[in-house]
C-alpha cells in the first residue's frame, strides 16, 4: 500500500462545486490515488456542523463501491476539518492512498524501513519558477 492522506477541499459556499469535484475524481479513475473514505462536510451560515455520505449528491454518487472502501473518517475527523471553514461553506474530505507512490513503499518496508511522515507544502511556498505550468 501506498501513503495514505486524509484530504479537505473546501469551497466557498454550502454547495459543491461540480466541476471541481469531476477534476478531483478524475484522478481517481486514472488510477493516481485510490479513494478509501469520503465524506460531504458543512459549516452552515449559522455555524453549525453536518455531515453527509457521498450517496446523497448525484455528483458523488456509487464513487465509494467496492471492496477497497473503508469508513475510516469519523465524527471527531469531521469536527477537525469543519474548524478550518469558514461559516456557510462546505467541504469535501478524503481518504486517499497515493497509488502512483505504492512501489517506493513496498521496497522502503522490504528494505525494512518504513514511512514515518511526510509534510503537505502549501503552493504558495513554492518559488513560481518551480511549480508545474510555471512559465
Given at each position: 500500500?501506498?501513503?495514505?492522506?486524509?484530504?479537505?477541499?473546501?469551497?466557498?459556499?454550502?454547495?459543491?462545486?461540480?466541476?471541481?469535484?469531476?477534476?478531483?475524481?478524475?484522478?481517481?479513475?486514472?488510477g493516481v490515488v485510490r479513494l478509501i473514505d469520503g465524506l460531504v462536510a458543512t459549516r452552515t451560515a449559522s455555524g453549525e456542523v453536518l455531515a453527509a455520505e457521498f450517496d446523497e449528491f448525484v455528483e458523488l454518487r456509487g464513487l465509494l463501491t467496492g471492496r477497497d472502501v473503508a469508513r475510516l473518517i469519523g465524527p471527531e475527523d469531521v469536527q477537525e476539518a469543519a474548524r478550518l471553514l469558514e461559516r456557510g461553506s462546505c467541504a469535501l474530505l478524503l481518504l486517499v492512498e497515493h497509488v502512483w507512490a505504492?512501489?517506493?513503499?513496498?521496497?522502503?518496508?522490504?528494505?525494512?524501513?518504513?514511512?514515518?511522515?511526510?509534510?503537505?507544502?502549501?503552493?504558495?511556498?513554492?518559488?513560481?519558477?518551480?511549480?508545474?505550468?510555471?512559465a
Open positions: 500500500m501506498g501513503p495514505v492522506e486524509f484530504i479537505v477541499l473546501a469551497f466557498p459556499e454550502e454547495q459543491l462545486r461540480v466541476p471541481a469535484v469531476e477534476a478531483v475524481m478524475g484522478l481517481r479513475k486514472t505504492e512501489d517506493a513503499a513496498i521496497a522502503v518496508r522490504t528494505a525494512g524501513g518504513r514511512i514515518v511522515g511526510s509534510v503537505r507544502i502549501p503552493p504558495d511556498r513554492i518559488p513560481a519558477d518551480t511549480r508545474t505550468g510555471a
